[in-house]
Nanobody, 121 residues
Framework: QVQLVESGGGLVQPGGSLRLSCAASGSIFSINAMGWYRQAPGKERELVGTITRYGHTNYVDSVKGRFTISRDNAKNTVYLQMNSLKPEDTAVYYC???????????????WGQGTQVVVSS
């Protein structure tokens, strides 16, 4: 069984920073793409950004230049560094990973349980 567990959420003032972590555990051979999504109250879940196993990233326009995704493959962990936070960044943030269990095996998507980020003065 695979678990993805996020941490690092909380309350921060506008202009502040937070770093989210997401650690995957279980009988994992490797993880291909990993990503972060968020869901604000009353809104649909949206993609924040993704990172390939080799470190290539892409981001939604609203966070470009402020958020950075990185990963540690040895630890099966992905990070989301959020700077210059705005009230509109308030949301539950979810991580996701495309998990592979055997060499040449298929990948399966897993999600974390989410961590709340509130940007408010």
């Amino acid at each position: 069984q695979v678990q993805l567990v996020e941490s690092g959420g909380g309350l921060v003032q506008p202009g502040g920073s937070l770093r989210l972590s997401c650690a995957a555990s279980g009988s994992i051979f490797s993880i291909n793409a990993m990503g972060w999504y968020r869901q604000a109250p009353g809104k649909e879940r949206e993609l924040v950004g993704t990172i390939t196993r080799y470190g290539h990233t892409n981001y939604v326009d609203s966070v470009k230049g402020r958020f950075t995704i990185s990963r540690d493959n040895a630890k099966n962990t992905v990070y989301l560094q959020m700077n210059s936070l705005k009230p509109e960044d308030t949301a539950v943030y979810y991580c996701t990973g495309a998990v592979v269990f055997t060499p040449l095996g298929s990948e399966y998507d897993y999600w974390g349980q989410g961590t709340q980020v509130v940007v408010s003065s």
